[in-house]
């Protein structure tokens, strides 16, 4: 139903004059460190499907393993593959059938490519479809000038959010997903761990009624980033103990729930001692490896829930963000430290590597940065 | 195991040689409209109660309908029965067997006595206890000097929330239990009729996290005090069509919850019509008379789900309002208009009558207004 | 995204030599009461849709509705089309892009066609989507010896289940809907009214864990077959009092729930006081008109919940029952207590009329009855 | 609220010329291996208490932990303590206060004796009460002639329930609290651990309505006991592979939830891995040590959410054994397969060793077995 254009095909016709037969590109060009930019053809838009001009992408630490190569890249890419899985762009070509949106409409986008077929699919849970694929992962993505995607995916979030902000709607929707996965409202939240979806999720729980926004780092930039986002309070976990500052910041009590966004093992372990007895913790954050817990202490005797989180609720989430975003409450501006030209992937990769950056987005060839934000 | 005292009897031994023989408060005396403040004997405290010194007090609208003497009262009250079910005290005396809390403490009552015996209390829904007693109602009240509550029943708010604040954390309540009745974080919600709970409605789904809260009512001075809560929307119904204002407000999606607090037959079938398919209505608001609905239309088709709601959960609702006081994330200070002694307490119930009131709050004999608010 | 063909078209190309080109089929031919059986174009396939060929179809209250032009009918139905909303199929066609089924496969399918882009569709909540068309009502139905139909609403039930219940999946996914629509699993629960999907719901709360199952009815023929489903106990509301009886038979406790499908005002306020404090009522039975409810005592003291229960949720509902009957824990034959021709369509409709059939269950032409169930 | 006894005072007065002043009673006397059977004083009876003349008691997995002297008795037991956490009892006297309850009641017994002063038991969920004292373990138990409770733990069990079934509603409870901490109805549901509770389990599963239920372990009594159980299908996992004969039951499709039973690391990973996408998985049964998981491939990528279950609901999982039982839908009467005197408490303990026991019943000195089972 939403079959993705092999990588690199020739288009068998042009939309309208303008279109031009090729693009540049950020592109994972071989197995082994690096990417590289190149000129590649513009998409074709089958069946289904839209081709959009990218406005703006977002860098996220999945491009940064991808870059380097890691064990799990190795395992799931299969280059040539353009990457970017965060952007926003307008439609400018619809494919048959679609009438989702229109020519014009700018959209941001759902980077999981679902089957609408598998279990999940047809009971409302998407984002656990058995046959995912991803955009800059598995099929070409958003590192480039043009970009075709299923017309089901874009989405078409309000006119009056800034375009940096509709650049980054899918991790902001790991935040969005990880937040609501359990009660919030009246509630004393803590997150673990303020990379940018980390970041986005303290603006995301206070937007939407926690009463409490705690936010645990090492990193004094990540940390001072936190402190921007107005958490109540930032704990350097590197200083300070996570459990004793917790209870005391709540009389005692502990934590309703934890958005676990760092896959820090000891973070999993003192979000759930920090947890008061029925509360719950919700896993965002991907561990390097295996980890252990003492299960009997911490989950069982407690009476958790935790929840693994993937993905965006398809498409409860995006509603979700409208709201926050279409109404003013939600103000993630602050997680967005760079905004810089795409050519410069390079040096957005390495500024994540450094650590002194929250989010950084990408503005393609041709376009302008500046004002819209 | 809650047992009240009768409605007067001499006090066996005072717990301190300041404690009076006898006190003011405000009685139902006779079966028949008014309410009369007389001299009555200070309440003893049996074991498992507290007595309180009384702070401060809310008036109610079924204060009004006691006055009154309307149907409902006729069949409820007994006659004598000292008036009052919001209100905040210090402890000043435990019965046998206290523990929750100490001499010196202020606390805010619970309303409901419940009788911790039925399948509703012993499955953690107290507040639809089919064996409920209410203070003021049921047992002597808080309209007085002193009073005694079950120490159950006595809660330590925060320090840190103004007194006045703390006297009407009874109806704040009701507006609390009936908001989280259903989903509000990231939600369009509406709140028909804008008396004081509806009042305190509003703020609290701002606090708890609706991205849009929109009120309605047709007098003048209450959809001021709405616009003082920062309602996003303030509806005229008495000028303006409930449905077409919010689907112009929701851009055509409609509203996902409806918190009711008129018990208006209108107000209830436009909050249903108003409402998207799947939506939710949380009915408080008392209606005076069965009224009918087209079923098919307005629920059944658009699997609505609809609440009843009475009290304050036991003691969650307690829980969330310590979390959105405490935190300073809600503030319901501009619902309370009027700040009166006691013994005004004509001039209270006629300041409600007129309409031109939000809530009223009484200053015991002895006790000083001003200041802490 | 799924659109079917016009009332009646030429067909354009038969996929097979055997395919005829018309077939019969009962048609609502005309503004008034009846029907008629025609000989009607056989429907073509467009992308997306799958033809059937018909093994058995059900017969609906709502048939009836359609055959004696009550008002409801007179604004929906647009004749000439062919009625059936409820059948089963075996794939003889598919369009282009269809993976979901294949040549061969008997298909149950759901009746409601969904637009796939409104909020509900987009947050699986298919079955308030604003846009449905059904088939049978808007578009053409299974009452003929072949059907178009959307392949996503074509669903391959177990082999194992009888083709008569293959049948009725639709309706019976009604009665599921309806009773996992809240707790079930060790609950005490009322269904009142023993129309087919009444029945079906007594076989569905046993099997799906309810502890004890009470139907009541006036009508002696329904209440023997609710008796013949193995409810616990069976209440002729003519004869004595429902709330009196469910209160002895529950020890004074009240109901968990109740699934209402009658539509009968006084069954809908039997049904909430019978229920215990904090209960719920699903509503699927349509009211012939609005009708009133003495809110306070039925719903609001006693913080009851209330759903409108519409369709099936798709398509959760249709993997419950998948497990329910595929299982062997689930079975409905009881209820069929009539397969007839459907050149009989005219006796079906009086036997529905006469109120002494449970469902009924037509044999299109060339296929033959018997053995199967 | 619930102050118990010490471990052995003087009887300040009998009840009545009936009560004796000292009865047997197995005791863990002393720090170390073992346990014996002593004359000990008859417990008194103080407010809110009542006192229980045991007519059955069953033997727990914890009595054998206690009697072998492992390192969480070390930690927990402070001898001396009279053990026993299952028991039904006859109340022959009622404390001051008490009006639960009757004399000559025949009760079951809730083991947790909690605070109703915390947070978690201030919010309807006592089971994880931060102050629990458990019967048995942390005060003296029902392994006695004789045995004092609090009143609100005496649970009148309906009367038509064995009385061995009675004995054990404690461990039963626990079984229904996990099998009822996710969907159920209409699920396929696995059991993996089949000592007692496991065995329970099965039988709740179906009788609450799951649809498949199966079961696994490595014990060829155990396997044997499940499939008298009527489990859907028993899995030696000795012989067999998890995951692939559940995929192989479920046509692919895996688990709607695991009722984790045995705290075996390997039967954790596997009921993960054979979970479908968004399923549950509740955890009982006690790790002997923290285990690691692969979070990303278990529990991340795959939605789950997981429960760590703990004690009963209080006292909603009574409520519904009383339904699931007292309909007749439950019965667990092949679990208990020993019914013995409870001076042969050493004998008991060297069945649970041995692995060829389901649930073990003890007979209290002067009961008589045999008949009402």
Redesign the interface.
């Known amino acids: ?1 939403n079959p993705m254009q092999p990588a690199a095909v020739e288009r068998p016709s042009a939309p309208s004059t303008k279109l031009p037969r090729t693009m540049r590109a950020v592109v994972k060009a071989a197995r082994g460190p690096g990417a590289e930019i190149r000129e590649v053809p513009v998409p074709s838009c089958g ?1 289904g499907e839209v081709l959009l001009k990218v406005l703006r992408a977002g860098v996220c630490g999945t491009d940064l393993h991808i870059y380097t190569w890691d064990t799990w890249s190795q395992d799931r890419i299969k280059p040539p593959v353009t990457l970017g899985h965060e952007f926003v762009g307008e439609v400018i070509e619809r494919g048959a ?1 679609v ?2 949106v229109e020519v014009g409409d700018r959209v941001s986008c759902e980077s999981h490519i679902v089957c ?2 598998c ?2 699919c ?4 998407g ?4 046959n995912t694929r991803i955009l800059g992962v598995d099929v070409n993505g958003g590192f480039a000038e043009y970009v075709t995607v299923p017309a089901v995916n874009a989405w078409r979030a309000p006119r009056n959010i800034p375009i940096e902000v509709a650049a980054v709607m899918e991790p902001l929707g790991n935040a ?1 997903h990880t ?2 996965a359990g009660p ?5 939240i803590a997150i673990t761990g303020c990379g940018p979806i980390g970041l986005f999720a303290i603006a995301v729980a206070r ?6 926004v705690f936010a645990s780092d090492v990193a004094p930039y990540r940390l001072d980033l936190a402190r921007r986002l107005n958490a ?1 309070a930032v704990l350097d976990v590197s200083r300070e103990k996570f459990v004793d500052r917790i209870l005391e910041l709540t009389n005692g ?1 502990g934590l309703d729930g934890v958005l676990e966004m760092s896959g820090n093992p000891q973070a999993v372990r003192d979000g759930l001692s920090a947890l ?3 509360g719950r913790i919700s ?2 954050g ?2 390097k490896e ?7 202490r911490l ?12 993905g965006r ?4 989430t995006w ?3 409208d ?2 975003l ?2 003013g ?1 939600l103000d993630i501006r602050p997680v967005i430290t760079h905004v810089m030209p795409m050519e410069k992937f390079d040096e957005a990769i390495g500024l994540l590597r450094s650590g002194h950056a929250g989010k950084v987005v990408l503005v393609p060839w041709g376009e302008q940065a500046g004002g819209s934000a």
């Open positions: 139903m069946p059938g009438t989702e609408q077929h279990v999940a047809r009971t409302g849970s984002h656990v479809c058995e969005v937040a609501f919030l409202s009246g509630c004393n937007a939407a009624g926690a009463s409490r109540d009590r008061r007895n029925g896993l965002l991907l561990p295996p980890f252990e817990l003492n299960w009997n989950v069982i005797f407690k009476g958790i829930t935790m929840h693994g989180i993937i609720r398809m498409y409860d509603y979700q963000m709201n926050l279409g109404s409450r």
